[in-house]
């Protein structure tokens, strides 16, 4: 048990040195797991709550080439972000950069929906998207060796996400 359990980080984690030595598939294995059960809870949250208005314009296969892929471009953004800090082994784990990718494209399709803020407060999703892009930036640019989230993941994600909605509204996504 402990070997399967050991072997299955080591397949799924990701890192630049995975990349460099051909592990490309951890790329995407490592959206499939997650530090604790917190963070697959919030990341499944976000699925579910994005991922069904996007599914809705999208369709089912789309939807699940779009999470994945910007899953995958989130960890090979963070995996970049560690190695140019001279951290290239450090490895990451989640679906966040998928999970900010349906938001970003939620809310760039349907910017006047309210989110409610710490279910409280009611926020306009391109207001609540905005100050996720500043918070992240904030906390990439000022980064240090004991914050161990993906900012570069979640910002590939966002950017990913935009793209997606713009072409999205403007009726040019096709594939």
């Not at 697959?40 to 999208?58: D, K, R, S, T």
């Not at 349907?110 to 207001?127: D, E, G, H, M, Q």
């Not at 996400?161 to 509204?169: E, F, H, K, S």
Request: glycine letters at 10%.
């Amino acid at each position: 048990l402990v070997f399967s359990s050991m072997l299955a980080v080591i397949i799924s984690m990701n890192s630049w040195l995975d990349i460099k030595q051909g592990r490309l598939h951890t790329l995407l294995t490592s959206t499939f797991s997650h530090i604790d059960a917190m963070h697959l809870f919030m990341n499944m949250v976000g699925l579910y709550v994005f991922g069904h208005p996007i599914e809705a314009i999208l369709g089912a296969r789309r939807l699940l080439v779009f999470y994945l892929g910007a899953g995958v471009l989130g960890n090979l953004c963070q995996a970049a972000f560690f190695a140019d800090r001279r951290l290239p082994g450090a490895s990451m784990v989640g679906a966040s950069g998928g999970v900010l990718a349906l938001l970003f494209a939620y809310a760039t399709v349907y910017p006047s929906n309210s989110f409610l803020l710490w279910f409280v407060l009611p926020a306009p999703a391109w207001l609540f998207a905005s100050g996720l892009v500043a918070y992240e930036t904030y906390q990439l640019v000022h980064w240090n060796h004991s914050d161990r989230t993906g900012h570069a993941a979640h910002l590939a994600g966002a950017a990913a996400g935009i793209a997606v909605g713009i072409a999205l509204r403007r009726g040019r996504f096709r594939w």
